[in-house]
């Protein structure tokens, strides 16, 4: 079985919570990850670059010297590629990066990023996180209460005051338990959950 403590938001133990095995108890699969990372890297490009090749940029129509008889290299035009104000050579167009997963692989992809954060022990669950005020030194206090810098707040919906506590705070990220992935969970050095979303998280992924 896998137990982690239930803390408070005073960093104090106060109970044990059991993790679902097959969700947080799986073999990691570093290949899984791997191709889930590539993916979501790619889908977040634009794909908007654009630089003008030499049959679009202005100018160039006139032959610049005659063919022969000056000694200098032949040239066509002044929109070459190695002239100045040039064309660019296989010049970047728009187009779309997105790579397409089916469901297995990101919900394996899923199980995988958890179940590595239960085996590095970096998981910590609250019983909640009842902020007095939506302050980034109210979140900071509950943070060094159980020693973290790093990390990744899963909440269960839509709380004002956890995530304008958080916006500020360097290294910290807050996401709903619906906008969870992969990416988010292992860029975090801990993730942290309430047990109200790690109940939503065991119900999806169970």
């Excluded at 108890?25 to 191709?35: D, E, K, M, R, S």
């Excluded at 019983?127 to 302050?135: F, Q, V």
Aim: positive net charge; aromatic residues 6%.
């Amino acid at each position: 079985m896998l137990n982690v403590a239930l803390k408070n938001i005073a960093g104090q133990t106060i109970g044990e919570v059991q993790l679902s095995e097959s969700v947080f108890g799986i073999a990691p699969n570093p290949a899984v990850l791997h191709t889930y990372v590539k993916a979501y890297l790619a889908n977040q490009r634009q794909g908007t670059q654009s630089a003008l090749t030499r049959a679009e940029v202005s100018g160039g129509g006139k032959k610049p010297w005659r063919q022969k008889g000056t000694g200098q290299a032949r040239q066509g035009s002044t929109r070459s590629p190695q002239w100045t104000h040039g064309g660019i050579v296989f010049a970047p167009k728009p187009r779309d990066y997105r790579l397409c997963l089916n469901k297995k692989v990101k919900r394996l992809a899923m199980k995988s990023a958890l179940s590595d954060k239960a085996l590095e022990n970096e998981v910590i669950v609250f019983d909640n996180l009842a902020l007095e005020a939506p302050k980034t030194k109210e979140m900071v206090k509950v943070l060094k209460n159980v020693d973290v810098c790093n990390a990744l707040i899963v909440l269960p919906g839509r709380d004002e005051t956890v995530e304008r506590a958080a916006h500020n705070i360097a290294g910290v990220k807050t996401t709903y338990v619906g906008t969870l992935n992969p990416y988010d969970i292992l860029k975090a050095k801990t993730l942290i959950l309430t047990q109200d979303s790690l109940k939503m998280v065991e119900e999806v992924y169970c």
